[in-house]
């Protein structure tokens, strides 16, 4: 099946590109973004980058109990975050999304909160850190256990099909999901059924301390997209654009009724596991290095600069901009207080039981 606006051809060899590292335009095909848009998803990128390194700081001082890092992941989310309708269609992310739950919309308050576990958080401090949701924008809360909400998107994006909507579902997760039994029985399942759904895979080449050679026999998680029936898109995820155009096309054809599709964005974690691990352990600070070396913000930027749409004076700007969002919405965070004790009978069940009745009165005396 070909569509009329395919411009990128499923399980290339070398990961697909549109910039190159100094920020020139590579693609063979024009850039059809104004200049807002792209902008934007800078923007976009600097606030990611701005909130996690905030909760990482915050962490260590004892106000957030536990952060996943997400630096160099930016470029990837929000090339997926760009690609979707926000508040449209349906996103099941995972704990290391941060540009790509504030990039659809999610208040910068709510992951603050979230984090910190506030009463501005919209889960009530009931999910771990760093597992951000929202109601008004579908987007489900991350699961911890890896993999296990790769069943409920596929099952989700069934849904959407069979109700005739035409909302796709993206679902995003690491290169270690895929070697979950959760994993292939979801995209096994949304292959069999042609349902309207994109596997979004932020490959960073380690589960932990687990590298990717030990992790699958495969040498690549795209490839693995052919058993399910399905195209498997291979993506620089350190170039935005990329991100974004090969997500975008994804997204399209399942919206066009042409099912599901499998990318993985290669990218990488500048920081550790979580707060949790000394990735000095097991990775070389060269490898780190190397790889801070192809920043995605630093790529965009570039390619912004060269086409005459940033310069320092807008970064100062933007930098500014941010951390006053990013100040401001801690300090909203923290005005807001701690979850009342009693929430943790709300919420969860339309009858609440007897006993539990019973130890509510009996914890507020
Ligand atoms: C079912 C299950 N097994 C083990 C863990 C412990 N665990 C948490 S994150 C993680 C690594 C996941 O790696 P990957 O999917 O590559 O994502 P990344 O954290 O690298 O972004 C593991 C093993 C878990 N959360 N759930």
């Given at each position: 099946m070909i569509l009329e606006s395919q411009l990128f051809q499923p399980f290339t060899d070398e990961p697909i590109a549109v910039t190159s590292e100094s920020g020139e335009w590579i693609a063979p095909f024009e850039l059809d973004l104004g200049p807002d848009k792209l902008r934007r998803m800078y923007q976009d990128m600097l606030l990611g980058r701005a909130v996690d390194e905030r909760m990482s700081r915050l962490q260590r001082q004892g106000k957030v109990s536990f952060v996943a890092p997400s630096g160099g992941h930016e470029g990837a989310q929000v090339g997926i975050a760009h690609a979707l309708r926000a508040g449209h269609d349906w996103l099941f992310p995972y704990y290391r999304d941060v540009t790509l739950p504030l990039a659809i919309g999610v208040p910068v308050v709510e992951f603050v909160a979230q984090a910190m576990g506030t009463a501005a958080d919209p889960s009530r401090a009931?999910?771990?850190?760093?597992h951000a949701s929202s109601k008004e924008l579908n987007v489900f809360s991350a699961a911890s256990p890896i993999a296990s909400h790769i069943p409920p998107a596929a099952g989700c994006a069934i849904s959407m099909k069979l109700r005739g909507t035409d909302q796709v579902t993206v679902c995003t997760f690491g290169d270690g999901s895929t070697s979950e039994g959760d994993w292939h029985a979801g995209v096994n399942f949304a292959g069999a059924q042609g349902a309207p759904i994109v596997f979004a895979c932020q490959n960073n080449r380690y589960a932990i301390s687990v590298g990717f050679e030990k992790q699958t026999g495969s040498d690549s998680i795209y490839t693995k997209a052919h058993a399910y029936g399905m195209p498997g898109y291979f993506v620089d995820g350190m170039d935005p654009l990329a991100a974004y155009y090969v997500m975008r096309e994804a997204v399209q054809r399942a919206r066009d009724g042409f099912g599901p599709a499998l990318v993985e964005l290669l990218v990488y974690r500048y920081g550790g596991h979580s707060s949790a691990d000394d990735d000095s352990r097991y990775r070389p600070r060269a490898e780190v290095e190397a790889w801070r070396k192809r920043d995605p913000l630093a790529r965009l930027r570039r390619f912004l600069t060269r086409r005459g749409l940033w310069d320092d004076a807008a970064e100062k700007e933007a930098e500014a901009v941010v951390r006053a969002q990013v100040d401001d919405a801690i300090a909203q965070a923290q005005a807001a207080g701690d979850v009342a004790v009693e929430a943790m009978f709300e919420d969860v069940l339309a009858e609440v039981p007897e006993r539990l009745v019973k130890q509510r009165s009996e914890l507020l005396g």
């Open positions: 009931r999910q771990m850190p760093y």
